[in-house]
């Protein structure tokens, strides 16, 4: 089973036990989160979408790490001139991992299909 669900204007594709990077929560480590912005879930063939969200849907996460990312350093450079100006900056990010979902799609009997 997966979902795919937005959190901090971004998207991602969730499997129970995955571990996802996301933009930063106010939640503090160890505590259970959920995301109720669920575009789709599905389970094989079974695919739920929602028009935008799937209603009744949530992806439970614990929070695992509250931590700031690698460096990424920014640097202004004009030839010639003698000028040259440095700046990084370290993203927050929060490190989750999937514990389950809610309203997932149902499974259609056999005898239905046919």
Do not use: C, W
Not at 77 to 99: A, D, K, M, P, S
Request: charged share 30%.
């Amino acid at each position: 089973m997966y979902a795919v669900f937005k959190t901090g204007g971004k998207q991602y594709r969730a499997v129970k036990g995955d571990t996802l990077k996301i933009e930063k929560l106010d939640a503090a480590e160890g505590d259970a989160v959920e995301f109720d912005q669920v575009l789709m879930i599905g389970e094989g063939d079974n695919v739920k979408v929602g028009a935008p969200l799937v209603s009744g849907g949530k992806v439970k996460a614990k929070v695992l790490v509250q931590a700031k990312d690698k460096k990424v350093d920014v640097i202004k450079f004009r030839r010639r001139q003698n000028y040259r100006r440095t700046h990084g900056h370290r993203q927050h990010f929060t490190l989750v991992e999937i514990t389950g979902f809610t309203g997932a799609p149902r499974k259609q009997a056999a005898a239905a299909e046919e």
